[in-house]
């Protein structure tokens, strides 16, 4: 079955960029399925970050697309995001999921707390 | 964006009780809407999509209703291991979550 398994720096200096990379294990990324990033500040709610397909196509959400680019490596079967001019507003845990067919994230990585602090 | 908008934000409950939790969305979503799970330090579990199909491997005593702007989930008979929070989520447009609502024990 497929899973998704987070990895990337624990600590980010503010204005600074902020890179993590969620690998797929148990089935492809070249799958017909959407590649999502969503975090969860501590104590607070889920907030979608963006998504990607194999082709490379994207799709963010409007309060974060200028600071926001996710990439997709097909031959390593992972996807990425980058996040720039982080502030101590984007410490969180950050999670990647796959959109399935029915549009909802039936699968989640665990999880990886990134916090943004000089 | 659409407001997903959850009550209550909180309650107490006991194993048996049945519980009924609303979300409502600030413009029409058709069925455009699923449910997830958190525990602590846990990701999300998808429970429910297309606002009343139960996902593969979910018990039975979930079930959601609605459609348009009003949605609920019912646990119909409260199990130890349900005591977490809920999400809704909407995919009509950019997915967006309610602010959650964490179910505590009595």
Known sequence: QVQLQESGPGLVKPSG????????SGGSISSSNWWSWIRQPPGKGLEWIGEIYHSGSTNYNPSLKS???????????????????????????????????ND??????????????? | AIRMTQ????FSASTGDRVTITCRASQGISSYLAWYQQKPGKAPKLLIYAASTLQSGVPSRFSGSGSGT????????????????????????????GQGTKVEIK
């Open chain 2, 70 to 97: 009003d949605f609920t989930l019912t646990i119909s008979c409260l199990q130890s291991e349900d005591f977490a929070t809920y999400y809704c989520q909407q995919y009509y447009s950019y997915p967006t979550f």
């Open chain 2, 7 to 10: 009550s209550p934000s909180s």
């Open chain 1, 17 to 24: 960029t902020l890179s993590l990379t969620c690998a797929v």
């Open chain 1, 67 to 101: 600071r926001v680019t996710i990439s997709v490596d097909k031959s390593k079967n992972q996807f990425s995001l980058k996040l720039s001019s982080v502030t101590a507003a984007d410490t969180a845990v950050y999670y990647c999921a796959r959109k399935d067919s």
């Open chain 1, 104 to 118: 909802a994230f039936d699968i989640w990585g665990q999880g990886t707390m990134v916090t943004v602090s000089s």
